[in-house]
């Protein structure tokens, strides 16, 4: 078995590449500016300081290694920009796409812009005053003018502001315009000097970034989350279990009584009832005083737990708040566990190692618990493996309901405030837990049932 457990991590490392791949891409494509989020938590507001703005975004967005390449190639038009990666406003990449797109020398264009940035930044530089923003205003409105008038545009300001250096900042004329590019395609090789790149490296080595949020590492911010929803899920999913398991074998038993449907029933509406009301019912009966007062509403702890309390009363008191949370976790999944062992325990009641014990004399409770239980046991093993990323994940719900510090807490609070580097790291845990639990399913497959071979050679000896 040891062979097949290799073939399956070899080929895991394509799954995790393609899982890389799709999370990078969905954080480019996530709507949102990172680098006005990262401005907004730190408190700069650049539409307060209209003229000095532009620097203050430029400098984030290059702390934020936003300067580089996506990927390691491109596959461009000839009169696309090559380097547009260097350009930071959304703005001014359509605006660079344009003139390249009607010049056809995206060369020049790059160029033009590159000094048109230079000479706006040493305007920045320089002491505020009416003549400094009227000319900086003015550059700015270049983007707005035609290609046709940036050259008068620029002699008019020129003339009238008699600035130096205003006199080498020239567009290319329409006689060189080169419209034979258009429409031929170029490979760019950028190396390894790319986002993707430097992404995967960072993450490989446990580089997951900075939270844009509060400026803390994202490996720092993950673990202090995933105690409480790895506790609470982990608590629920014995309770799951617990009530499941019995109740299913249970109802295989008496399959067909009168206890069986009642039963089934009870699970039916269980399962139909949204996590959300229940858990706000739960509050309300329990937590609320309307009718009774008896078990924390929210939280983890009591406002006044202290390190000084002995552990037994801390364990006490983190176990009252967690009473409601992992109900409401929990309730859910009791119809479909037991749905699930109770159908397969029917068809093992029903085989013929079964209706041979029976004839041996041996009880009804042996047949069920050490023979056709043990055989039931792979629709668990299956759902088990797809537990794992659910208890890792949390429920962002529940979490907000219950105000549990959790990762499904966490999770909302990085879409909320478009915390990307926290965003895809939620998003790379969750897969890597989905490739995990699919491996530790085909791990107990043959513990559960020993005539399960995954390699050929094992199966014919």
Same mark, same amino acid.
């Given at each position: 078995?040891?062979?097949?457990?290799?073939?399956?991590?070899?080929?895991?490392?394509?799954?995790?590449?393609?899982?890389?791949?799709?999370?990078?891409?969905?954080?480019?494509?996530?709507?949102?500016?990172?680098?006005?989020?990262?401005?907004?938590?730190?408190?700069?507001?650049?539409?307060?300081?209209?003229?000095?703005?532009?620097?203050?975004?430029?400098?984030?967005?290059?702390?934020?290694?936003?300067?580089?390449?996506?990927?390691?190639?491109?596959?461009?038009?000839?009169?696309?920009?090559?380097?547009?990666?260097?350009?930071?406003?959304?703005?001014?990449?359509?605006?660079?796409?344009?003139?390249?797109?009607?010049?056809?020398?995206?060369?020049?264009?790059?160029?033009?812009?590159?000094?048109?940035?230079?000479?706006?930044?040493?305007?920045?530089?320089?002491?505020?005053?009416?003549?400094?923003?009227?000319?900086?205003?003015?550059?700015?409105?270049?983007?707005?003018?035609?290609?046709?008038?940036?050259?008068?545009?620029?002699?008019?300001?020129?003339?009238?502001?008699?600035?130096?250096?205003?006199?080498?900042?020239?567009?290319?004329?329409?006689?060189?315009?080169?419209?034979?590019?258009?429409?031929?395609?170029?490979?760019?090789?950028?190396?390894?000097?790319?986002?993707?790149?430097?992404?995967?490296?960072?993450?490989?080595?446990?580089?997951?970034?900075?939270?844009?949020?509060?400026?803390?590492?994202? %490996?720092?911010?993950?673990?202090? &989350?995933? !105690?409480?929803?790895?506790?609470?899920?982990? =608590?629920? /999913? *014995?309770?799951?279990? +617990?009530?499941?398991?019995?109740?299913?074998?249970?109802?295989?038993?008496?399959?067909?009584?009168?206890?069986?449907?009642?039963?089934?029933?009870?699970?039916?509406?269980?399962?139909?009832?949204?996590?959300?009301?229940?858990?706000?019912?739960?509050?309300?009966?329990?937590?609320?005083?309307?009718?009774?007062?008896?078990?924390?509403?929210?939280?983890?702890?009591?406002?006044?737990?202290?390190?000084?309390?002995?552990?037994?009363?801390?364990?006490?008191?983190?176990?009252?708040?967690?009473?409601?949370?992992?109900?409401?976790?929990?309730?859910?999944?009791?119809?479909?566990?037991?749905?699930?062992?109770?159908?397969?325990?029917?068809?093992?009641?029903?085989?013929?190692?079964?209706?041979?014990?029976?004839?041996?004399? %041996?009880?009804?409770?042996?047949? &069920?618990? !050490?023979?056709?239980?043990?055989?039931?046991? =792979?629709? /668990? *093993?299956?759902?088990? +493996?797809?537990?794992?990323?659910?208890?890792?994940?949390?429920?962002?719900?529940?979490?907000?309901?219950?105000?549990?510090?959790?990762?499904?807490?966490?999770?909302?609070?990085?879409?909320?405030?478009?915390?990307?580097?926290?965003?895809?790291?939620?998003?790379?845990?969750?897969?890597?837990?989905?490739?995990?639990?699919?491996?530790?399913?085909?791990?107990?497959?043959?513990?559960?049932?020993?005539?399960?071979?995954?390699?050929?050679?094992?199966?014919?000896?």
């Amino acid at each position: 078995m040891r062979y097949y457990f290799i073939r399956r991590l070899l080929l895991a490392i394509p799954g995790l590449m393609a899982l890389a791949l799709f999370s990078f891409w969905l954080t480019l494509n996530m709507p949102g500016d990172p680098v006005l989020t990262a401005l907004n938590q730190e408190g700069t507001r650049l539409g307060e300081d209209p003229f000095n703005g532009p620097v203050h975004y430029t400098a984030k967005w290059k702390e934020l290694h936003l300067n580089h390449p996506v990927f390691y190639f491109s596959l461009l038009r000839g009169d696309e920009v090559d380097s547009l990666f260097d350009v930071p406003f959304a703005s001014d990449k359509a605006w660079v796409s344009n003139l390249s797109s009607k010049s056809g020398l995206p060369e020049k264009v790059m160029q033009f812009y590159r000094n048109l940035s230079a000479l706006e930044y040493e305007l920045f530089q320089q002491e505020s005053d009416s003549t400094r923003n009227a000319l900086l205003t003015g550059l700015r409105n270049l983007r707005d003018e035609p290609i046709s008038q940036l050259n008068p545009q620029l002699i008019f300001l020129q003339n009238t502001f008699n600035y130096p250096a205003l006199g080498a900042l020239r567009f290319p004329g329409e006689d060189s315009w080169d419209k034979t590019r258009v429409y031929v395609p170029q490979l760019v090789w950028y190396g390894s000097d790319n986002l993707f790149h430097h992404w995967l490296v960072g993450i490989i080595l446990g580089n997951w970034g900075n939270s844009y949020r509060d400026g803390r590492p994202v %490996l720092d911010k993950l673990p202090e &989350a995933m !105690k409480w929803t790895v506790l609470v899920n982990g =608590l629920s /999913l *014995i309770l799951a279990f +617990g009530v499941s398991i019995p109740a299913g074998v249970y109802a295989a038993r008496r399959y067909g009584s009168l206890r069986e449907r009642s039963l089934n029933a009870i699970w039916f509406v269980l399962y139909s009832l949204p996590s959300f009301w229940v858990a706000t019912l739960l509050i309300l009966f329990f937590s609320s005083g309307l009718v009774l007062d008896i078990l924390p509403a929210g939280g983890i702890s009591d406002i006044r737990s202290s390190e000084a309390w002995p552990w037994y009363r801390r364990l006490l008191d983190i176990s009252r708040h967690l009473i409601l949370p992992t109900f409401a976790y929990a309730y859910g999944s009791f119809a479909y566990l037991s749905g699930q062992i109770r159908n397969s325990m029917i068809e093992n009641l029903q085989s013929d190692f079964v209706r041979t014990g029976r004839a041996k004399g %041996l009880s009804e409770s042996v047949l &069920a618990w !050490k023979h056709a239980f043990r055989n039931s046991l =792979l629709p /668990l *093993i299956t759902i088990s +493996g797809q537990i794992l990323p659910g208890l890792i994940g949390g429920s962002v719900i529940l979490e907000t309901i219950f105000s549990i510090p959790g990762m499904g807490l966490l999770a909302w609070q990085a879409l909320n405030y478009r915390d990307y580097p926290l965003m895809i790291a939620l998003f790379m845990l969750s897969g890597l837990l989905t490739l995990v639990g699919l491996l530790l399913s085909d791990m107990l497959y043959p513990l559960a049932d020993p005539r399960i071979r995954f390699d050929t050679n094992e199966s014919g000896r």
